[in-house]
């Protein structure tokens, strides 16, 4: 099995014994369209989950709201008995509507439900790490307080049913908000080459010791594009993909990878990027993208 070095180094969770590779894999596009429903190929599913974890992948994110439970099913399904040393991030705060539709469940009594699924679902006696997904404004941070809903989380924490607690889409005062609860060892927010609003929310975190996980690194259910990128992309003999993927793991070490992929292909394609060394010209080029989209 490939060692840390070949998935982009390692990084602790702070206050923790959990030592994470830095490219890891996100489950949510192992569900159906929409991340609704089942896949297509549950076989083929079940096979990308293998892969990754015999590539050396030790840090999956999840969420029970994805498919909803079918991603953790499958989850279960291809990897239970987990692997010692496999962290399973799930996240709380939302459930689906039976059109799809993404629905805030924040109240206290709706995340012990949501940490009770995960763990009925995934198999699980204690959830490795559970963000609490904010819902103030879905597709972006907003202020407001987290209190209520981070005690809730902490308390089953002290029950034992989770062992660490993180946040999703957070801004820095609920961070800190948080982290006078309870540890908050890492958060998961929005980021990429392109749509860089958190850049000093990641140098804040690096300097806590905090992990910064980026959702939709590629981009999301809207691929990156950028001639740039694709220039620099033939350069260095990679896929933009790769590039976009190499540019976050050079951007700050506390940085982890969870790219999403329904594809065994990709999977290999994304985990190769750890691999790629870019230049401090070619990071220079790149660095000017995010300038220009902002
Ligand atoms: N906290 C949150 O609110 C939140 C929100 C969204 C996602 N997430 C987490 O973040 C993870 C990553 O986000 P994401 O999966 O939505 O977006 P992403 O990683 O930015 O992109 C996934 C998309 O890129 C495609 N793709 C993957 N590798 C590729 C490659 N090498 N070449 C070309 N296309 C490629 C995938 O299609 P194929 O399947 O065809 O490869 C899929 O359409 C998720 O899995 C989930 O765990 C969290």
Request: proline share 6%.
């Given at each position: 099995?490939?060692?840390?070095?070949?998935?982009?180094?390692?990084?602790?969770?702070?206050?923790?014994?959990?030592?994470?590779?830095?490219?890891?894999?996100?489950?949510?596009?192992?569900?159906?369209?929409?991340?609704?429903?089942?896949?297509?190929?549950?076989?083929?599913?079940?096979?990308?989950?293998?892969?990754?974890?015999?590539?050396?992948?030790?840090?999956?994110?999840?969420?029970?709201?994805?498919?909803?439970?079918?991603?953790?099913?499958?989850?279960?399904?291809?990897?239970?008995?987990?692997?010692?040393?496999?962290?399973?991030?799930?996240?709380?705060?939302?459930?689906?509507?039976?059109?799809?539709?993404?629905?805030?469940?924040?109240?206290?009594?709706?995340?012990?439900?949501?940490?009770?699924?995960?763990?009925?679902?995934?198999?699980?006696?204690?959830?490795?790490?559970?963000?609490?997904?904010?819902?103030?404004?879905i597709h972006k941070p907003s202020e407001g307080s987290i209190a209520e809903q981070f005690t809730a989380l902490a308390e089953l924490r002290q029950?034992?049913?989770?062992?660490?607690?993180?946040?999703?889409?957070?801004?820095?005062?609920?961070?800190?908000?948080?982290?006078?609860?309870?540890?908050?060892?890492?958060?998961?927010?929005?980021?990429?080459?392109?749509?860089?609003?958190?850049?000093?929310?990641?140098?804040?975190?690096?300097?806590?010791?905090?992990?910064?996980?980026?959702?939709?690194?590629?981009?999301?259910?809207?691929?990156?594009?950028?001639?740039?990128?694709?220039?620099?992309?033939?350069?260095?003999?990679?896929?933009?993909?790769?590039?976009?993927?190499?540019?976050?793991?050079?951007?700050?070490?506390?940085?982890?990878?969870?790219?999403?992929?329904?594809?065994?292909?990709?999977?290999?394609?994304?985990?190769?990027?750890?691999?790629?060394?870019?230049?401090?010209?070619?990071?220079?080029?790149?660095?000017?993208?995010?300038?220009?989209?902002?």
């Amino acid at each position: 099995m490939p060692d840390a070095t070949a998935l982009g180094g390692s990084f602790t969770l702070p206050g923790t014994t959990i030592t994470l590779n830095r490219m890891g894999y996100g489950a949510m596009q192992l569900a159906g369209p929409n991340v609704f429903g089942p896949p297509k190929d549950r076989a083929a599913a079940v096979e990308v989950l293998q892969e990754a974890i015999s590539s050396g992948v030790n840090h999956i994110d999840t969420s029970d709201f994805y498919g909803p439970h079918v991603t953790n099913q499958i989850i279960r399904e291809a990897l239970h008995p987990y692997r010692d040393g496999l962290t399973v991030v799930t996240k709380v705060g939302a459930v689906r509507g039976d059109d799809a539709s993404w629905l805030p469940a924040q109240s206290p009594a709706e995340i012990r439900q949501s940490v009770h699924d995960n763990l009925r679902n995934l198999g699980l006696d204690a959830l490795d790490v559970v963000n609490f997904r904010i819902m103030g404004d879905i597709h972006k941070p907003s202020e407001g307080s987290i209190a209520e809903q981070f005690t809730a989380l902490a308390e089953l924490r002290q029950q034992g049913l989770i062992r660490h607690l993180g946040l999703s889409n957070a801004t820095a005062a609920q961070v800190e908000e948080a982290s006078a609860i309870a540890p908050v060892v890492c958060v998961q927010n929005q980021y990429n080459l392109v749509q860089r609003e958190d850049d000093a929310l990641v140098d804040h975190l690096a300097a806590k010791g905090i992990a910064y996980v980026p959702f939709f690194p590629l981009g999301g259910f809207t691929p990156l594009q950028s001639s740039t990128l694709e220039e620099v992309a033939a350069q260095v003999e990679a896929t933009p993909m790769q590039v976009a993927l190499a540019w976050l793991l050079h951007r700050s070490p506390n940085i982890l990878l969870i790219p999403g992929t329904s594809s065994v292909g990709h999977l290999r394609e994304n985990l190769a990027a750890a691999s790629l060394t870019l230049s401090s010209e070619t990071l220079d080029t790149l660095n000017a993208i995010g300038s220009l989209a902002n």
